[in-house]
């Protein structure tokens, strides 16, 4: 599939049912596929109040804080208890038992990974200098500040590009690898990448 590229401040928030936020899908394997059908799906997140997280059955996830006082994650069944407060440091956990989701004070914005297990494994790393990603048949990659060149890899698929902050890419069904790095005079620049490949 080819290169396909997103704005976050383009992507419509749909809210949550039990009213607690919403969630801005950035990029679902395979398209079009709903919550119960997809390989895999990364998000962003606004949590607005505390509640539990919904269920999902053989997924599993990776939430990292982006903005906001953070959230205190709890999960009885198996033992988590966790703060989830220091901003872009990713935390993994499985989505069977859904999660207990306390606000630690306004509210906070999350960028999160959900995949099926058996079908997909994933990962988030965050970027702050140059990189080599070597390629892989799916990923995304998204600037979370500054801009950040991507330059493809020689024997690799993909088309260079520049991504302002909160612009992003992903790509499926072939393979992608990349240089990337922050453009000069670019301060704190931060890139959220998602490594995806098949279980």
Known sequence: MAQQHFDLGQVPATPWKNGGGATRELACWPPGADMEHFDWRVSVATIAQ??????????????????????????????????????????????????????????????????????????????????????????????????????????????AVVLAPDVGCWWADEDCGWNVAPEANAGDSVLQHVLLEPA
């Not at 956990?93 to 999350?110: R, V, Y």
Request: charged share 20%; glycine share 14%; net charge positive.
């Open 50 to 159: 505390s509640g539990p997280f919904s269920r999902f059955a053989g997924v599993d996830r990776v939430i990292t804080l982006l903005t906001g006082d953070g959230v205190h994650l709890r999960q009885p069944e198996t033992g988590i208890d966790h703060r989830l407060e220091q901003a872009l440091q990713p935390f993994a956990f499985a989505g069977d038992g859904g999660m207990d989701c306390e606000l630690l004070g306004g509210t906070s914005q999350d960028f999160n990974l959900m995949t099926r297990r058996g079908h997909w494994r994933g990962a988030v790393r965050v970027l702050r200098s140059p990189a080599l990603l070597p390629a892989r048949p799916a990923g995304l990659l998204w600037a979370v500040q500054g801009r950040w060149a991507l330059a493809p890899l020689a024997a690799a698929g993909g088309q």
